[in-house]
């Protein structure tokens, strides 16, 4: 039986998995990781708890990536919505990491 933790980490591992495959990119270079919220309140940009940000290089750190798995849950209604939702943020995520733009098919 699988934790919520771990069910949420692999729909993460998944969703990384899809945009790879899509995209004929990889983001081996790309730390990704998973914290229970935010470290702090949204910032000046950003309307609401945000349920991931993204970190770019910057010559000591590697791009790195991070979903918050609380705010994501309560934003969704059930595992369905909840795997949808994580895939529209890692999506939206890498995009912005990797400098591409978001097409119709990835809005999806």
């Not at 729909?11 to 995209?23: D, I």
């Not at 935010?38 to 000046?44: G, Q, T």
Request: hydrophobic residues 40%.
């Amino acid at each position: 039986m699988r934790s919520r933790s771990a069910a949420f980490d692999d729909a993460v591992l998944r969703a990384v998995e899809v945009c790879e495959s899509r995209w004929s990119v990889s983001v081996a270079d790309i730390e990704i990781g998973v914290e229970e919220v935010p470290p702090s309140d949204p910032s000046s940009w950003e309307d609401s708890v945000p349920l991931g940000r993204a970190f770019p290089a910057d010559g000591r750190h590697r791009a790195r990536m991070v979903l918050y798995r609380l705010p994501i849950q309560t934003r969704a209604h059930d595992r369905v919505e909840r795997e949808a939702l994580i895939e529209h943020v890692v999506r939206t995520q890498l995009a912005g990491l990797l400098g591409r733009p978001l097409d119709d098919e990835d809005d999806l």
